[in-house]
């Protein structure tokens, strides 16, 4: 198959690359480089240090004997999108091309609107362009499970049946987000399944649990993936994990109460080749809820501490107040049925998962030192009035 990778580039882009290579699919990638400016911008780095998208390329030809097609590109610069679609021609479309950060997009109005505009004017532009070029082609849409909030009942695959005075119909389930960012996916699921009636594009949404874990092959470094530990671009496992080799306190924030579905870097490359192996019908706009675990933030904490004394290193977890808007008691059961159907059999299970990721971050534990004053919490998702209040605190 020809698939044409989104957001090459990315935490996820990059391993997909790699692994839909072995298994003998043919790739094109686009990517504007943003992820790097973002954490640059917050003044981190990759806890894992990253090769140039130059000597990625060169190593995934060593690797694999095949060429990756790429091109540096914004979503949103339609003329050249075209182009590239066209030459390429592929049977498959995985857009990962998104500022993925609740945190970012919460830092003020400039950053809000840049992370809305860039989601939703890239994925609109991915789909006119596919429209255009390849209508033909599956598109397999990275959208996010806190889409869906935490509404106390449990959540179903994107629809579900309702039944109001007298009548029935199966609706889209309603959406909850709780960042502009993640708002910003509730748009494009909203455009993409509109795109699906419209032209009868195939469409998968796959709405994800946090993803955590590392990819990097001992062959080569150049094969590596990021991983992020800042408060905007790492996520809570990977944060945990990069605390714990440092010595610094792992944070869960507020009681810890609140749960997230999540599951391995591994078992995402499985999921998503899955989707992409059996795709959606011509008109069909299907929601794949992907996680496999459910836990909660403390017990998540618990875990990662425990792998790192499995490992010889002394961690500790200290709560810190919820920087956050987000409820922290809740119900949350989501569905996850339909990857399964399609063959998913998680890999590692979660100790043995963050264990090798503790493993694989010790040779870089200076990097992650060097900038562990990004690690608190900074951004709050607070009203203007506390806003203005903690502003007026600051010496
Ligand atoms: N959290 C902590 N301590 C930390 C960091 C986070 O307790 O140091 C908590 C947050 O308050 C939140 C939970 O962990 O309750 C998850 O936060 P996160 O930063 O791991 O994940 P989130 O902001 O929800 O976003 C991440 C990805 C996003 C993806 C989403 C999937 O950045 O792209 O869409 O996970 S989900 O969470 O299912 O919506």
Redesign the pocket.
Known sequence: MRVFIAGVDGYLGWPLAQHLSARGHEIAGVDAMLRRAWVAERGSVSAVPIASIGERLAAFRDASGASLSFTHLDLRDQPKLGETLAAFAPDAVVHLA?C????YSMIDFEHADFVQTNNVSGTLGLLFAMREHCPDAHLVK??????YGTPDMDIPEGFFEVEFRGRRDRLPFPRQA??W??WS?VFDSQNVSFACRLWGLAVTDV?????YGSWCPPSDPRLSSRLDFD?A????????CC?AVIGHP?????S?T?S???LSLADSMQCLTLALEHPAAPGEYRVFNQ?RDVVS?GR??ELVRDAARALGISARIA??D???A?A?AHHYNPDSNKLRELGFRPSAPIDVELRRMIDDLVPHTDRVRAHAHR?P?TVRWEPAAACTASAAEEP
């Open positions: 998104e993925p950060s609740a945190p990275l959208g996010t499970m806190g889409e709780g960042s960012y993640h996916k709405m994800q649990g946090i993803v408060e671009f790492g996520t809570s496992v990977n944060r945990f605390q792992i944070t869960p924030y507020g810890g609140q997230r579905g999540l996680l933030i998540l904490a709560p810190v919820n920087p956050r987000e922290e690690l919490p």
